[in-house]
């Protein structure tokens, strides 16, 4: 807006954000830093406005880009060394449709190598740090799309949520992160993690501009056959919100203190402001943990074995055959949590084991899908903490895999089930670090899920 009525030129906004990106250098936000490209663009909006041409929702306004997002500006690692020095061959759908908008990439942001992770530690380039508190965690898979905004280097990042990886990091930092209905935003171009359960999403400092990106990139992409008609900007006008639903199951020790005064607070606020709260039972979401556990490195491990040093990035040099090359070059090129999940992934579905794991966590995943139609017959939308804890320390849980898993413990039932979560602030803990809640809805209930958190702030 302010750039179409030439307030600022889309280039000083450039500028600022470039500038910024290298005064937070420390942080470790960005695997790369597209100056001369964001500038090239920028100059070309401003060179549009200044003849008069119309440009477009987005013009000028840089953002920062999830290293798993393909785009001919900067190679695509996915914070992997496995894909270092790999050239994007296509551009993602959702790149697309906001670079359409004028909006310009300053950066791609790091992430958990493959998005494996809760705290952005298992990246090749190292940690990014939570911008409250630099002897934390941004929290993971995408802690520097998280950082960059919250730091206030950019308007918006993009992200991708397979089991909470927008939600928890826009937790850790007091931002805004949205996790859609699966299938609502085209994945076309994103490095795959673990395909029935991958969605694409956005981090932004308000309810509104998570409504505005999500009217631009919601929507069927023939290149991506999971994607929904868009439901986003053609359902008609939202139905007012009555009941918000709590789940009692999570009200328990294993929730950090501060989190549940968050949550009874949230409550208070919206019984005050005449909304009905309904205590909800969902037994079935504690093994939601365990079925994620299960039906995520499978899917990792069938979507990681196409990385074998031939067709995309690094390859080893220590490859006198060809079982050597792929070994050499996997065992070099993946960080231990990639190859963990490679692991598992290929145990839970190897013949002897699929009926013990992989069948019963589909079945459970079928379960929890059921009881959140439940409690959606009971209440509009539901309220959760999206994480047990805020923000911990770097390096507390690196080395306990499981320690970490349990941190995904509220978070990975919504992706079993495909539905909506909008992680918003909810206040900061004594020590002053962020505290996170997440609205959830019914599918395609995005759009109401967003207002009504447009209502409530
Ligand atoms: N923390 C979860 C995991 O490690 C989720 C990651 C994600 O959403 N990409 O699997």
Do not use: W
Not at 328 to 335: I, P
């Amino acid at each position: 807006m302010k750039i179409a009525n030439k307030t600022v030129t889309a280039t000083r906004l450039v500028k600022d954000a470039l500038e910024k990106a290298k005064h937070f250098a420390d942080y470790n936000i960005f695997t790369f830093l597209n100056e001369e490209g964001a500038l090239k663009k920028a100059a070309e909006i401003d060179a549009k406005i200044a003849r008069g041409e119309k440009v477009g929702r987005l013009a000028g306004v840089p953002y920062a880009l999830k290293d798993n997002f393909l785009s001919p500006e900067g190679d695509t690692t996915a914070s992997a060394h496995i894909l270092e020095g790999c050239a994007s061959p296509v551009t993602a759908t959702a790149v697309e449709k906001l670079e359409a908008e004028g909006a310009i990439m300053i950066g791609r942001a790091n992430l958990d190598a493959f998005a494996h992770g809760s705290s952005t530690e298992n990246s090749y380039f190292g940690p990014t740090l939570n911008s409250h508190d630099k002897t934390r965690v941004a929290g993971g898979s995408s802690g520097g799309s998280a950082v960059a905004v919250a730091l206030d280097i950019v308007e918006f990042a993009t992200g991708t949520d397979t089991g909470g990886s927008i939600r928890q990091p826009a937790s850790f930092n007091g931002v805004y992160g949205f996790k859609p209905t699966y299938g609502t935003i085209s994945r076309y171009g994103v490095v795959a993690m673990a395909s029935s359960l991958d969605c694409i999403g956005f981090f932004t400092k308000t309810p509104e501009d998570m409504d505005l990106l999500m009217s631009i990139a919601a929507g069927q992409d023939p290149k991506d056959m999971t994607t929904l008609p868009d439901y986003y900007n053609t359902n008609s006008k939202a139905s007012p919100v009555h009941k918000i639903g709590i789940i009692k199951d999570f009200d328990n020790d294993v929730v950090d203190a501060n989190i549940r005064n968050a949550l009874k607070d949230k409550c208070e606020l919206l019984k005050s402001k005449g909304y009905e709260i309904v205590e909800l039972e969902m037994p079935t979401l504690k093994y939601a943990l365990a079925a994620y556990y299960i039906i995520q490195p499978a899917e990792v491990a069938s979507n990681l074995s196409r990385y074998d040093g031939v067709r995309y990035g690094f390859r080893s040099n220590d490859s006198s055959n060809l079982d050597g090359l792929y070994e050499n070059t996997r065992n070099e090129g993946f960080m231990p949590e990639n190859k963990r999940r490679i692991m598992i992934g290929n145990f839970v579905l190897s013949s002897g084991f699929y009926d013990a794991y992989f069948l019963k966590a589909a079945k459970a995943r079928t379960l929890i899908i059921d009881e959140y139609n439940k409690a959606f017959s009971k209440c509009d939308f539901i309220l959760t903490p999206v994480s047990p804890n805020p923000a911990f320390k770097l390096g507390e849980k690196v080395n306990d895999p499981v320690a970490m898993y349990l941190e995904d413990l509220m978070s990975v039932s919504l992706n079993l089930a495909g539905v909506p979560g909008l992680a918003i602030p909810a206040g900061e803990t004594a020590e002053g670090l962020p505290i996170g809640l997440q609205l959830v809805g019914p599918r395609r209930s995005d759009k109401r899920l967003i207002e009504f958190a447009k209502e409530i702030i």
